[in-house]
């Protein structure tokens, strides 16, 4: 895998990742006190080692500076003091333990003869100023020394000191090489961590996540059925689930109590509405005494009136077809005729072109008429509304295996994608109906959608913006049971 496909894969982890999200703030949380614990147990074992074992190399040299004086005494006891001295070094020598005398001016009185065939450890020792120092180690290339350096009289020069320096290098290594793999160690268990709480904690977040999949699915049409499954959720999210069922309960509640609040103010206000159109009609039609401005006034009042008893019904025929009260009289009837009849009275409102285009063989369809014509009324209604007056307007009629198939077609303005699948949607209205259609609800193409499905069949949308757009009605034909 190249760096730049390493590169792109990091970025698009980094894009997935949802910082805001509990999985990532509890794996981050837990990891950061991982790296806390186990880094400070790391760091705290590495300092007691070191001590340890300095401590005990710190011991072992002191001692043996400390006895030294009492090396010399013995041995000046039999022999003179310069070859005694020399004596007490060398007895102490050790291939790993190196002694060495200065007077206070810096100049070396005796030392180990090992020292000869140890040079760096030598010129280390040589370079010291010729004054005490504080057991501690010292890197020599790539050896280690604890050296300590004390005072030391002997009978013709007070003031010199003595560097006792012990090669630790082994130990020194092991000790190093121990820390690097507490820390390999360490890193290691840190993403092992990291790893299993990530995994952990997606798996106890999987039961929110799929309540937040339950609710998904849920529609204003099964708010009454909807339930959560409580399975065997853990006990928190299953508080959380009880009270959102309960919440689903006192919505529906409140959503049918609105419904039915719906249904009969549309129908008490449509009956005596229908009445006030009724007389209005008869007004027009009767007075031949009217001015014109009485006449036109009469006209507007009349088609308001006509409008609102339409919204009315729609309003009313929503509002049953919701609790399950619309009932559909489906019966076996011949297509061609019936687009036929549906056209003859769109004509009588419209001016428009119409055409219908039908195979030579006729289509028995099995539907409710009344329901029909209202579908194709509200189709054409909208096909004239959203198309410039001189567009024509044509209904296909076809059928393909066991479906009846209608399809009204207008060459206007068209609707975007993305209003598409939002068109069926109750009181949703685009932007063509916002600023060229006045008479325009947002309810005729969701009461197509319901009555067609009542039916038994299916209506959808294809259009492209300026070109025009495309209904299509499938139904079920006479053979269909
Ligand atoms: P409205 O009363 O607004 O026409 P509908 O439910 O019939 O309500 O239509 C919903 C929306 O769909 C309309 O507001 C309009 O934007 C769009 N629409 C429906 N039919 C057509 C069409 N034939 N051409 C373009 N847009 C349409």
Not at 2 to 9: E, G, I, K, M
Not at 396 to 420: F, H, S
């Amino acid at each position: 895998m190249s760096a730049n496909n390493l590169l792109n894969l990091v970025r698009q982890a980094g894009r997935r990742l949802d910082l805001s999200s509990l999985q990532f703030r509890l794996t981050a949380g837990v990891t950061a006190l991982a790296i806390l614990g186990l880094g400070s147990v790391a760091l705290w074992a590495s300092w007691k080692m070191q001590q340890i074992l300095v401590g005990s190399h710190r011991q072992y040299v002191e001692d043996i500076a400390d006895r030294f004086p009492q090396d010399i005494e013995f041995y000046s006891k039999t022999i003179p003091m310069p070859t005694g001295l020399q004596t007490a070094i060398n007895n102490r020598t050790t291939p790993n333990l190196f002694l060495l005398v200065k007077r206070p001016d810096g100049k070396v009185i005796a030392q180990s003869s090992l020292l000869g065939q140890n040079n760096d450890v030598a010129a280390t020792l040589t370079s010291l100023s010729g004054k005490p120092v504080e057991t501690q180690v010292y890197q020599v290339g790539e050896r280690y020394l604890m050296l300590y350096g004390r005072p030391l009289s002997l009978q013709e020069s007070m003031n010199n000191t003595l560097y006792v320096a012990q090669d630790v290098t082994w130990d020194q290594t092991m000790f190093l090489t121990l820390v690097r793999s507490l820390g390999i160690a360490t890193l290691l268990s840190i993403l092992v961590m990291l790893l299993v709480m990530a995994l952990y904690v997606q798996r106890s977040l999987r039961p929110l996540r799929q309540i937040s999949q339950m609710t998904q699915l849920i529609s204003a049409d099964d708010l009454g059925q909807a339930q959560l499954q409580l399975g065997n959720l853990p006990s928190e999210v299953r508080e959380l689930a009880q009270m959102f069922n309960l919440m689903l309960t006192r919505l529906s509640q409140a959503w049918e109590q609105q419904r039915q609040f719906v249904s009969n103010v549309s129908h008490e206000l449509r009956t005596p509405l229908t009445i006030v159109q009724g007389y209005l009609q008869s007004t027009l039609r009767r007075s031949t005494n009217l001015t014109q401005t009485q006449r036109e006034a009469l006209e507007v009042a009349t088609s308001e009136a006509e409008r609102t008893v339409r919204l009315l019904q729609d309003l009313l025929n929503l509002a049953r077809a919701d609790s399950g009260f619309l009932y559909f009289h489906v019966e076996v009837f011949g297509l061609n005729e019936l687009v036929s009849e549906v056209i003859g009275m769109a004509r009588q409102f419209s001016d428009r072109v119409m055409a219908i285009e039908a195979g030579a063989v006729p289509i028995q369809v099995r539907a409710d008429r009344d329901a029909l014509k209202q579908v194709l009324i509200n189709l054409i209604d909208n096909a004239v509304k959203y198309s410039a007056p001189d567009r024509p307007i044509t209904l296909n009629i076809k059928q393909m295996d066991d479906w009846a198939i209608i399809e009204v077609c207008d060459r206007g303005y068209g609707i975007p994608l993305q209003q598409q699948t939002r068109i069926f949607e109750r009181f949703y209205r685009g932007d063509i109906a916002r600023t060229r259609a006045t008479d325009s609800s947002g309810l005729g193409l969701s009461i197509v959608k319901t009555l067609v499905e009542g039916m038994g069949g299916s209506v959808t949308v294809r259009s492209k913006l300026g070109e025009g757009s495309t209904f299509t009605v499938t139904l079920p034909l006479e053979a269909a049971q």
